[in-house]
């Protein structure tokens, strides 16, 4: 147990809808990322949040977005959902900036797009 | 941006060591090593990490060769538990994770 957590677990959404995944930050960690992972592939870095502020992006289009909240719960969202959008989307936190620092993964949400 | 290579798939017998490799051919003097695994049906989580010395944990051992161009992840002892996708990344010295690529990883099968 990371301590961190997603919701929901699972869903099943329609092509072209929007869709807001959440994630809880273990406590004390301030930044977290997101991640896409298709069937039988690695994550897929999409973006990273400091202390509310969007502070790298991966190739995403701007479709994709998030949120940073004080507690540093954060939230993805996805717009005009496309087939290809279908995987398992996980958040990781971290505690800091250091090359040291590990992330905390949650068990994802896995979104299917019909 | 580093990138790794691994083997897709490895198979070890329950109870005997494991070794997985990696190659970082193009790793820089700052980034350090670090493996995730991913078991079934969860998110990825941490192993161990290092920069040039050789570390060990309480899961596993990592040897990081001399001109660091590659590592190996040393499981001792497998058990069914660690059946996994085992990835090895690079992670900067600085800019957080948007400079780190995952590949594929390597799946472990562990035979009872």
């Known amino acids: 147990e990371t301590g961190v957590t997603q919701s929901p677990t699972h869903l099943i959404k329609t092509r072209g809808q929007q869709v807001t995944l959440r994630c809880s930050s273990q406590s004390g960690h301030n930044t977290v990322s997101w991640y896409q992972q298709a069937l039988g592939q690695g994550p897929q870095f999409i973006f990273q949040y400091y202390r509310e502020e969007e502070n790298g992006r991966g190739n995403f289009p701007p479709r994709f977005s998030g949120l940073q909240f004080p507690n540093y719960s954060s939230e993805l969202n996805v717009n005009a959902l496309e087939l290809d959008d279908s995987a398992l989307y996980l958040c990781a936190t971290l505690r800091g900036a250091e090359p040291t620092d590990t992330q905390y993964f949650g068990p994802g949400t896995r979104l299917t797009v019909l | 941006d580093a990138k790794t290579t691994q083997p897709n798939s490895m198979e070890s017998n329950e109870e005997e060591p494991v070794h997985l490799p990696c190659n970082h051919s193009?790793?820089?003097?700052?980034?350090?090593i670090h493996w995730y695994r991913q078991l079934p049906s969860q998110g990825p989580e941490y192993v161990i990490h290092?920069?040039?010395s050789n570390v060990n944990n309480r899961m596993a051992s990592l040897a990081i060769a001399e001109d660091r161009k590659s590592s190996t992840l040393i499981l001792h002892r497998a058990t069914l538990r660690d059946a996994a996708v085992y990835y090895c990344i690079l992670r900067p010295h600085s800019g957080g994770y948007q400079k780190v690529t995952f590949g594929i990883g390597t799946k472990l099968q562990v035979i009872p």
């Open positions: 193009t790793i820089s003097g700052t980034d350090y």
């Open positions: 290092g920069l040039t």
